[in-house]
């Protein structure tokens, strides 16, 4: 995207700034970096930039203000950030009527005005929604950055695209946008092997229902691989049993062949066959070898879900000694966000030219598996459709 285009313009950008808190405290982020990144660009062409972001929901112990924010914005951007709260909209107004070129300020969480969420009957009903009808005309464009609120029909999201602002694509959604398209239109280096984990068994369900034809091999762990090992027989205690369809008998799926449980804070391993009831949180020392042998004969990987419950040092060992064996191969790696990243974050995992990790966790998934997203139907001027 040509950034130049925005020189003296009052640019409004929904980005992603929901980011991890830790006793109160902010804690940086991939998101922020990226978020960063865009900020710094549109300010280094002279744009007027209102950066809008929501951090946690209603009720949430991480739903708070954005002030917080501001200065983590303002040190991974290197420019200054000026932070507005709503309590008084005359004052917000006259601040953003007054920006020069190159400025930057950040908006209040979003989610703090009630109507931000609030259902409509039709696209116009968003001008009278507050962000728009208080601050709408001062908008000469208005640009998505991020996939993690495309599914969200908020006024953030879509209230300027559906009252008839100029509309862009940022450079952090199109990106993902990019990854999604050739995901969907099959144009990946074939063969294409998944790496499926997590807790939600469901959504890694409709992955496979998704790309079964697409894909060479699914390669499962977390609860979803303990659910079909259940169902083939095997003796593991289950947190809720989940149907897995067909899954037990599929021929391009392969299965953890030993598991780790814990005895007296110890870290312990037994073959699937010797299961006997008890809960399994991680795949076993067998398991990751034959995982990372088998990977190797794929020319793309994507990963969706840790393969145990990683939170607990005792079986985090399976994530990261996976992950890190397929971030070292030359074969391209996408990672679909959310725990995934986790992993990859706290344990210095880094990736290499040519990897993809996705920031928005939910809304990728829904997106590779075709679920609609309001906000990637906007009428972007920009649009790689």
């Known amino acids: 995207m040509v950034m130049a285009q925005f020189a003296g313009k009052r640019v409004f950008v929904r980005g992603d700034l929901n980011l991890p808190v830790i006793n109160g405290r902010v804690q940086p982020h ?19 930039t209102i950066l809008m972001a929501h951090q946690g929901q209603k009720g949430e112990p991480d739903f708070i203000s954005l002030k917080g924010h501001a200065p983590l914005l303002e040190e991974a951007c ?3 950030v000026k932070f507005i709260d709503y309590a008084d909209m005359d004052k ?19 989610r703090f005005l009630d109507d931000e969420t609030a259902k409509y009957s039709s696209h116009s009903d968003f001008a009278n929604f507050t962000l728009i009808s208080k601050l709408g005309d001062l908008c000469d464009a208005f640009m998505l950055d991020a996939l993690s609120v495309a599914h969200r029909e908020h006024a953030s999201v879509v209230g300027f695209s559906y009252t008839g602002k100029p509309t862009y694509m940022g450079p952090v959604l199109a990106r993902e946008y990019a990854v999604i398209m050739g995901m969907r239109g099959g ?27 697409k894909a060479a091999l699914f390669m499962l ?4 691989a303990n659910c079909v090992l259940a169902a083939k027989g095997a003796k593991i205690a289950l947190p809720k049993a989940e149907p897995v369809g067909s899954l037990a008998t599929a021929k391009n799926i392969l299965l953890p062949m030993d598991l780790a449980y814990e005895e007296n804070g110890i870290r312990k391993e037994c073959d699937v066959e010797r299961a006997d009831g008890r809960a399994y949180f991680d795949i076993g020392s067998d398991t990751v070898g034959s995982f990372i042998e088998a990977l190797a004969e794929a020319n793309t990987i994507i990963i969706n879900g840790p393969l145990g419950a990683y939170e607990n040092p005792l079986f ?70």
């Open 78 to 80: 290197g420019k200054p």
């Open 221 to 224: 762990g977390g609860l979803l």
């Open 30 to 48: 991939a998101r922020l970096t990226a978020c960063a990144r865009t900020t710094r660009a549109l300010s280094d062409a002279g744009a007027k």
């Open 92 to 110: 917000v107004r006259a601040l953003l009527t007054a920006m020069k070129n190159g400025d930057i300020i950040l908006l209040e969480n979003v």
């Open 316 to 385: 985090a060992k399976g994530s990261i000694e996976v992950l890190r064996a397929i971030v070292a191969s030359p074969v391209r790696c996408i990672f679909g966000g959310g725990d995934t990243n986790e992993v990859l974050e706290q344990n210095g995992i880094q990736l290499k030219d040519g990897d993809f990790a996705s920031l928005s966790g939910k809304a990728f998934l829904m997106a590779i598996t075709g679920e609609r997203l309001a906000g990637l139907e906007l009428p972007f001027k920009n649009s790689p459709k």
């Open 187 to 213: 144009t990946l280096k074939q063969p294409v092997y998944f790496l499926l984990g997590g807790g939600k068994v469901r959504d890694s369900i409709a992955i496979i229902d998704k790309y079964r034809d």
